[in-house]
């Protein structure tokens, strides 16, 4: 070992290279941190020093419904982006590489439009006068439309499609990782498809589960445009009232302690997640 | 044309000078800013030589914290009034300097200390006629649910009209609105909840009558004309039309103020609330605008309705606000 690998090793502890990391902590720091920081204090300061947004907060029955209704929604998204996303990042993983490729480019596609125009997308096909229910009703099927929209309905598949690609990305890296001859293996000692799945491919493809879910879950829960305009004022999202909150009624400090409670929230279900797959497994299915 | 080419060549010559004198002006976008841009900022960079920056949407959080900071970025800014009279309150508008802007044309109920009118306008019942069988002629009709099947659209945010709506259509006679009855409107309002589809911005109020998704609506007149001139086949009551205004204000320690003035002067005129009502169907705050416009804009202005005509009570809710806000976001979530 040279001396100069030895002292960028004994660097604060640090192993060698850390150095590297500078810029993006820095970004991180100066654009996270001191902002939350920020946050925090309006949250106890404005329009005076002390609890009372908090108070306000958790005394008012909208807020709490509000939350209730950001942390259901989150939930409920991620279940479905979840079940939807594992065939296809199942086929993906064991697609040839070419074929998986294009596949793969095809649902990246979608991230690249703008995300209004994709909810607009979503407003013409799920209205009451929309495709869908023009179609069903043409064909027979209904002869009422169905309220595809102003509902959790509308909401979950908005946000379903915006969010797969979050899932499919991690799903894939951990269902790649898993050695194809542990399924053979089952199948020669007799295991059925079903017992397969449930017994060998579900707990080892857990972590990019976890990944994935807790990514989609996270970034559900401070949506904005999606619930907005495809949801009903009775499935109101945070996001949509923190806004309401701070640029109509000007209430900066009732604002960032919902903005806090919510980071807050958000932050103690990472922690409980590390704890219950570990961060080991987590960070390997990214 | 000229006027266009005129203005731009202004704006050049403007930029090009040594000391180009700029100011900022912010308002909601679309089609009503693109107006406001052609009616008054560029018609006032041609005559003045005032550069006019645009901005916007107009966001109340923004212009507290711009007051707060002590950075204020817009010079004027288009605001509903009952807001203004709010901001005013609080400390965070400049008073309007009546010397430079004459006052005597001005529609007092649009402008006071602190604002100079923008524009006015009606809530007016609107109706997709493919989707409506007959002829709705009051908000009452609008909570007529076995006689008028089919959604109905409302103005989503806490503000002046819906609560108001739902007191007229429930009995309560015009005059005996304020101070609101929140019980009895949320009440009434309770009877369609399941019935109503909420719009957030013009444009979304325009889609949902224009496709029959939403039957009838409460609509801002402008976006009716619109509607109608785009010859989409929709039907208006003016009957009980509401009206309420925009405002143009200067926000505490503007860094253009001079400029600023200057430019509400230029709005307010009776040449630029003409222009901006036949470019926007909204109605003009200056009282001596209708002589310089064509008579069938006229005709479609809430001026040509005050028969019925109800005048929603800014100060009422500039007083109220947060408190309407509270309940009104309680019930709406539940």
């Known amino acids: ?286 | 044309m000229k006027l266009i080419l005129a203005g731009v060549l202004a704006g050049l010559l403007a930029a090009t000078a040594a000391k180009a004198d700029e100011m900022v002006f912010t308002s909601w976008g679309g089609t009503t800013q693109e107006a406001q841009i052609k009616s008054w900022a560029e018609p006032f960079t041609a005559s003045s030589g005032i550069k006019v920056l645009q901005d916007g949407p107009t966001d109340y959080g923004k212009l507290k914290a711009m007051v707060d900071a002590k950075n204020v970025t817009w010079d004027v800014v288009d605001v509903e009034m009952d807001f203004a009279i709010k901001a005013a309150k609080d400390g965070l508008l400049e008073p309007i300097d009546f010397a430079v802007v004459p006052k005597d044309d001005l529609d007092p109920r649009f402008s006071n200390e602190h604002a100079v009118g923008s524009f006015y306008y009606s809530f007016v019942l609107a109706w997709n006629k493919g989707a409506v069988s007959g002829e709705p002629t009051s908000w009452a009709d609008m909570f007529d649910t076995k006689k008028f099947p089919g959604k109905r659209t409302f103005y989503k945010w806490s503000a002046p009209g819906v609560i108001e709506i739902a007191l007229l259509a429930d009995g309560v006679p015009a005059d005996k609105l304020y101070p609101l009855d929140l019980e009895r409107a949320f009440k009434k309002l309770d009877m369609i909840k399941s019935d109503i589809v909420w719009w957030g911005g013009g444009a979304e109020s325009q889609q949902l009558i224009a496709s029959g998704e939403a039957a009838f609506g409460q609509l801002w007149n402008g976006r009716v004309f619109a509607l109608e001139k785009d010859g989409a086949d929709v039907g208006v009551s003016w009957n009980q039309n509401l009206t309420a205004a925009d405002v143009l204000v200067v926000p505490k320690g503007a860094k253009n103020k001079d400029s600023a003035m200057k430019f509400l002067a230029a709005a307010a005129s009776p040449a630029g609330q003409a222009k901006f009502a036949e470019a926007s169907g909204y109605a003009p705050v200056n009282t001596k605008a209708k002589a310089e416009m064509p008579a069938d804009v006229v005709k479609g202005l809430p001026d040509a309705h005050v028969d019925g005509q109800i005048n929603l009570d800014m100060n009422y809710w500039a007083e109220h606000r947060d408190e309407i806000a509270t309940r009104w976001y309680a019930w709406q979530t539940k």
């Not at chain 1, 229910?133 to 595809?148: D, F, Y």
Request: hydrophobic share 60%.
């Open chain 1, 1 to 286: 070992m040279t001396a100069n690998a030895l002292r960028r090793q004994s660097f604060a502890g640090l192993p060698a290279g850390s150095g590297g990391a500078l810029p993006a902590l820095t970004l991180v720091g100066l654009f996270f941190i001191v902002p939350v920081v920020a946050l925090l204090l309006r949250s106890v300061t404005d329009p005076e020093p002390g609890l009372q947004n908090y108070a306000a907060l958790f005394g008012s029955g909208t807020y709490v419904r509000v939350f209730f209704n950001t942390f259901l929604v989150a939930a409920v998204v991620t279940a479905v982006t979840i079940l939807v996303a594992f065939p296809v990042a199942w086929m993906l993983a064991i697609m040839p590489p070419a074929l998986g490729s294009i596949v793969f480019g095809i649902i990246i596609l979608s991230m690249w439009t703008n995300l209004l125009t994709r909810t607009y997308a979503w407003m013409v096909l799920l209205q009451r006068t929309g495709v869908i229910n023009r179609a069903l009703m043409g064909l027979g099927v209904i002869h009422e439309p169905l309220p595809l929209i102003n509902n959790l309905t509308g909401v979950t598949i908005g946000m379903v499609y915006i969010m797969l690609p979050f899932m499919i990305l991690p799903l894939v890296g951990s269902l790649r990782a898993i050695d194809p001859m542990t399924l053979r293996a089952a199948a020669l000692c007799g295991a059925s498809p079903l017992q397969a799945f449930r017994r060998i491919l579900l707990p080892l493809s857990l972590p990019g589960i976890a990944a994935g879910g807790l990514m989609v879950f996270v970034m559900s829960l401070g949506y904005f445009v999606t619930p907005a305009l495809l949801g009903g004022t009775s499935n109101m999202m945070l996001a949509e009232m923190i806004a309401q909150t701070v640029q109509s009624l000007l209430n900066w400090g009732l604002g960032s302690a919902a903005a806090f409670v919510l980071l807050a929230v958000t932050m103690a279900l990472y922690a409980i997640q590390l704890r219950l797959v570990g961060a080991k497994r987590l960070g390997g299915g990214l």
